[in-house]
């Protein structure tokens, strides 16, 4: 017998996020992860080498001076310059890209009605909004991270408002204004619940992808110590470009997010119950299983 749907605009409770969270993924496993390797893969990849290279270099960059010798005068200019600026930006587009990835593939399907999504049906979502959470997630980005470097605390608050903000742009297709207000208003007195689901959802992401990352790197040190300067660079980099699967965990966090924006938007709204009555008369519509929410 085949598994039943998830059912996304419902109210959840914090067992209930985690419990749907990892049916969706366990019954969506292989298209989910072909589309997030597919589309988001390119932009963490690409991260990743850069990362890689960037690391290399800076091993080298101590190495000589640990060994007693001079790097140039302009090294570290360089390693502190421009590198150290791409660096944060081509981590800023592989975070949207995954971000836009997971959103499209909840998006068709739980609009779609199907069981499953294509990687093609993903990418059309993706074109259509990736620029367009780009773009519009700065001056949120921004807004948080100035909360952080007054006071922790207004940074962590504006990080559990704005965190649904990409999904509400492409679920609701709403404008700048219209995203951002509406954060502040599916928050409204759920800020604490909002919080601790993603708290530990995030460490669990944390967790399972360090596992993968350390375990790597700390392979790569030991063939680093028994080879020469030139193979441990390429030692460094492919294991970059690996631990792009660490970011698979990512997809974790982010459905978690995705069901915790549909319950908000339920609370407020109670769209998922009048689709759910709307189609009580449809022939094969199965919603025994389903917990109505008063």
């Given at each position: 017998?085949?598994?039943?749907?998830?059912?996304?605009?419902?109210?959840?409770?914090f067992?209930?996020?985690?419990?749907?969270?990892?049916?969706?993924?366990?019954?969506n496993?292989?298209?989910?992860?072909?589309?997030?390797?597919?589309i988001?893969?390119?932009?963490?990849?690409?991260?990743?080498?850069?990362?890689?290279?960037?690391?290399?270099?800076?091993?080298?960059?101590?190495?000589?001076?640990?060994?007693?010798?001079?790097?140039?005068?302009?090294?570290?200019?360089?390693?502190?310059?421009?590198?150290?600026?791409?660096?944060?930006?081509?981590?800023?587009?592989?975070?949207?890209?995954?971000q836009?990835?997971?959103?499209?593939?909840?998006?068709?399907?739980?609009?779609?009605?199907?069981?499953?999504?294509?990687?093609?049906?993903?990418?059309?979502?993706?074109?259509?909004?990736?620029?367009?959470?780009?773009?519009?997630?700065?001056?949120?980005?921004?807004?948080?991270?100035?909360?952080?470097?007054?006071?922790?605390?207004?940074?962590?608050?504006?990080?559990?408002?704005?965190?649904?903000?990409?999904?509400?742009l492409?679920?609701?297709?709403?404008?700048?204004?219209?995203?951002?207000?509406r954060?502040?208003?599916?928050?409204?007195?759920?800020?604490w619940?909002?919080?601790?689901?993603?708290?530990?959802?995030?460490?669990?992401?944390?967790?399972?992808?360090?596992?993968?990352?350390?375990?790597?790197?700390?392979?790569?040190?030991?063939?680093?110590?028994?080879t020469?300067?030139?193979?441990?660079?390429?030692?460094?980099?492919?294991?970059?470009?690996?631990?792009?699967f660490?970011?698979?965990?990512?997809?974790?966090?982010?459905?978690?997010?995705?069901?915790?924006?549909?319950?908000?938007?339920?609370?407020?709204?109670?769209?998922?119950?009048?689709?759910?009555?709307?189609?009580?008369?449809?022939?094969?519509?199965?919603?025994?299983?389903?917990?109505?929410?008063?």
């Amino acid at each position: 017998m085949a598994e039943q749907k998830i059912e996304f605009r419902k109210i959840r409770d914090f067992s209930e996020n985690l419990n749907d969270t990892f049916l969706f993924i366990k019954q969506n496993f292989k298209p989910l992860v072909i589309s997030f390797l597919t589309i988001a893969g390119v932009f963490i990849l690409a991260n990743s080498i850069f990362n890689g290279i960037y690391q290399s270099r800076m091993e080298g960059f101590f190495r000589q001076i640990f060994s007693g010798g001079r790097a140039s005068a302009g090294y570290p200019y360089q390693m502190l310059g421009g590198s150290s600026i791409l660096l944060p930006i081509l981590g800023w587009l592989s975070m949207t890209a995954m971000q836009v990835t997971i959103i499209a593939y909840i998006k068709v399907y739980e609009l779609k009605q199907r069981e499953e999504a294509t990687v093609a049906e993903v990418w059309e979502e993706f074109k259509a909004y990736y620029f367009k959470v780009l773009i519009y997630s700065i001056p949120v980005y921004l807004l948080s991270l100035l909360g952080y470097v007054f006071c922790i605390a207004p940074g962590v608050y504006f990080t559990v408002v704005f965190l649904p903000f990409p999904v509400l742009l492409m679920v609701e297709n709403v404008s700048f204004n219209g995203a951002y207000n509406r954060c502040f208003e599916i928050i409204k007195n759920n800020w604490w619940q909002s919080f601790v689901i993603y708290l530990v959802v995030y460490l669990i992401y944390a967790f399972s992808a360090a596992i993968i990352s350390y375990t790597m790197a700390g392979v790569a040190g030991l063939l680093s110590y028994f080879t020469t300067n030139d193979l441990s660079a390429t030692i460094g980099i492919a294991t970059s470009v690996l631990s792009v699967f660490s970011f698979v965990f990512y997809i974790i966090f982010y459905v978690s997010v995705a069901m915790h924006y549909f319950t908000l938007a339920e609370k407020l709204d109670g769209t998922g119950m009048l689709q759910r009555l709307d189609r009580l008369g449809e022939k094969g519509g199965d919603f025994d299983n389903i917990k109505e929410q008063y």
